[in-house]
């Protein structure tokens, strides 16, 4: 993973996504849940009449993280137009921007657990700590 | 090698365009014989095709167009007649013209030498040369558009030549331009030919206008957020408020124009039609003229997409099965041109399209005999299905009539495609037939696919829309009622509704939702632990609480959560009760398609935006019934009696009535129906001649006469100015009622009063908001103030021994009708629907009848079918006197064999076609 850097946090981890696939970051978006859908899908929303599909990142990585706190800020995805579905998932805060060079990227860890290998891409070695890039495309394929 | 490839989707669009109007030109010709003007239009559309692609290096279709034009050009000077020949080489040119368009990146393979010779043929051998000649002119017209200013003069000695035609076009549509040198028209004529060839628009992608459409809803939604936050401020802030409405109807209007570039004209399907049945007819041999009527009749784009494969399917059914063959129609005494109308209209919030054949129509027998013989339908069932459902059964899957599979249609598929396809446009099918007349399939459909009425609800604070269609009524069942009350199957929950028992679910527990209540207390929302609504939490509490506050607790709950409101819902014959929270009424609401990640959930049909700008999911009751595992037994068994009749005290015709007063304290009411209008006059209006009264009324004088004159009621001063005057509808020698005030008019059902007073002038007494209204019979009363126009031919009475049998649900007319009949001296037997009806007549000797057509459990159209096929009643005759005053319904009524159709209801008219009725049998007997 090579290039600009989207960071957020999520359940204390750092993770990272390729900018170029993020299409905004919205704050306070009020959503409406979808009762009975899968428990990994908060809800929906209304983006400028678009309707965004939006997920729980935590529960859908297998986080067993139950103090969640009451954040509405969320990522939202560009949509290609062979999939014109709209996707965003909830983050607890952003982080910034960071350029990545070759040198600093690096592929999963042996050890990384099945979730891991299905969700994340690479590991980015930052200063002082881990930046996990995430693979939307796995993510959000099912 | 083409050029210019960045524009070669507009030539691809433009070229389209033409191509579909030398289509329609082509067709035009085939009807009208010879038009110059329309050759013209085909001749200027063609070259407009060939100047482009000449642009683009596109040598084929420019070969192609040129061969065609040439042909054109040779008809145009009347050098070639028209004949069914040429116009049909011409549209297989056009067609494979359209191909190369279509697929204009493979154009230069396409073999067209074929039509090129044809074409050729047509044009007189030394003509030929000549147009070789002229194809290199307009290679330099097509060079022409690409070439510079610079390049201009060395140009323009060549194109002269060919300049005839451009100064043809020119000297058409701008006989002022022929001042102009060639010079000019040179550079103007690519701008020129454009202008006559489009029309007054302009293509704009569709994604575009959703984008459009999409700001236009996020505008809307703007406004209201901006509306509510300055609200406060409105008074504060000078000037703010106009500029607030300014933005606010802006908006709305903004939103309604832009809907509205989503429509589009039927003509869009319908204009692909004369060129099918043209094919269509000359394979199988029949002759068909096509007729279109309301061609601009608009509708959402997505429906006029949808609409084509459907709509062609009805129109080759109706050529291949409907129509006969020529021969065959000569016999039968019908021209042999057959005829099929395509016709849309507005008809209550939807558009009705309606393909009509004259041909041999759909002989329901056969259906049946079909049905059965491929086991889709039971006998017991088919015994009890009306006509329509009857019909309904083409429908279904592997269902064919026509004796012989053609390939043009029989196969048994299809049908049901096109059914399925208008659903999913939310519209419905409905099929017309009488044998030997011919077929209607009319198509009703919504006028945009993307709103939908629906109903808001909400459980556990969390709003749904629930699509009206499926929704039958909405119950409210408040706690102590002891009638509509909530009982128990275990932990079933299920409503006696009219006799039966309707299984009731929660939205909430089918969602799977936690059902909470607001503790009156603290006023938050607490996890509801109670099953169901009456669960007798409250006892229990009592005994394992300790405190008094608690123990008072549970009451409060239930007056709280007492009244709850139950959605009864009908999925084809399956009934259910959806219980909800809270049911905020109704919304237009647009549906947006669910996305993937939640389409598993059964429970939604899609999902919209509400006005607050937040999502809703909308419900999908059939997907409600699968979640909640509701299992259905088949409900094919005969309604229950007391249902019916319930069902047919809803039915019962409601009345409009207009209520008023005369200078006496009574309220009186009439039929609406037999009011043309109400005139406001001054007193000084009324003259007088002699003791009778008059006024000017539409240059005529119109007599007046007051009711409280001839009723037995009181009577006061008239003191006040201002008077009105109702003129009565369908009365031979109208006469004006003059009252004094209007109080209202209202719709109901109308009791008499049992104990009726026996009165001349009044069909009797009602009560409608608590008060006595008083019914007046206009003709008893006309008959009263004018014996001498009014009064019946005693002399008729004669005591024919004559019974009629008179068929009415409303007991007003009833009333009303059987007075006039017996005035005039019939026996009359009375039934309430067509059902009762058909029993008297087993029993009873009737010479006539008089039918309504509104009833319920069976209508008028329904019994006059079933008199007809009776062998024994043959000949009974039967007259329809009906509100229904529609054209076509009269036709409906006359197709389905009534011998008269009346409308409510003239007194005279009705006893001159009961003689003349009678008279006729007397003669054939």
Redesign the interface.
Known sequence: MTGKVLTFYLCRGLFGIDITLVKEINRNVEYTPVPDAKPHIVGLFNMRGQIVTLFNLRKLMGYKDDNICETSTCIILKSSPNDPDQVGFLIDRTGDVVDVNKEESEPLPANAGNIDEEYLSSIVKLKDELLMIIDPKNIFKS | MIENQEFIQDFVEEAKGHIESVEAGLLKIDELSVDLDVINDIFRAVHSVKGTAGFFNLAVIVELSHSMENLLGELRNGNLKVNQEIIDLLLKSNDCLKAMVEDVLESENMDITEYVEKLAMFIKPDKVEDAGESEKKSTYISNKSTKTNAQKDSVKEKTIPTETTVVEVAQEDHAKDQSLTIDQQDKEMPVKNQGIAVEDSIRVHVTLLNNL???A??MVLGRNQLLRTVEKYRKDIPGVEPILQNIDRITTELQEKVMQTRMQPVANVFNKFPRIIRDLSKKLGKEVELQLEGVDVELDKSIIEALGDPMTHLVRNAVDHGLEMPKERENQGKPRLGRIILKAYHEGGYVNIDIIDDGAGIDIEKVKEKALEKELISKSELSAMGEQDVLQLLFRPGFSTADKITDVSGRGVGMDVVKTNIGKLGGTVEIFTSVGKGTTFRLLLPLTLAIIPSLIVEVES??FALPQVNLQEIVRIKPGDNIKKIEYIHNSQVLRLRGRLLPIIHLAD????NRTFSDPVTGKRKEERRKTFYDQRSKKKKIHTEGGASEILPCKRKSETNTIRILVLKIGSRKFGLAVDVIHGGEEILV?PL????K??K??SG?T?MGD?????ILDPEGIID?AALKFVDEQDDKPESEMMEASEAMKEQQNLLLFKCSGPETFGIDLSMVSRVEEISLNDIEKIGDKEYIKFRGDSLRLIRPEEYLPVGKGDSQSGKLYVIIPKLVKHPLGILIQEINDTMEACIRFNKDDMVVKGLTGSTILNNRIVLLINVYELFELADPAHYMVDCTKKAGENITILLVEDTPFFLKQEKSYLESAGYNILTAQNGKEALRILEENCVDLVVSDINMPVMDGLELVKRIRQDKRFASLPVIAVTSLTGELQMKAGLDAGFDFYEFKLDKSRLLEKVECVLSKRRKAI
Request: charged share 30%; glycine share 4%; proline share 0%.
């Open positions: 459409l999409n700001l809803s996020e969390q709003k089918v969602l799977e939702l947006k996305s993937k990640f939640v598993e959930c429970c939604y999902v935006i700008g937040k999502a809703a999911m979640k």
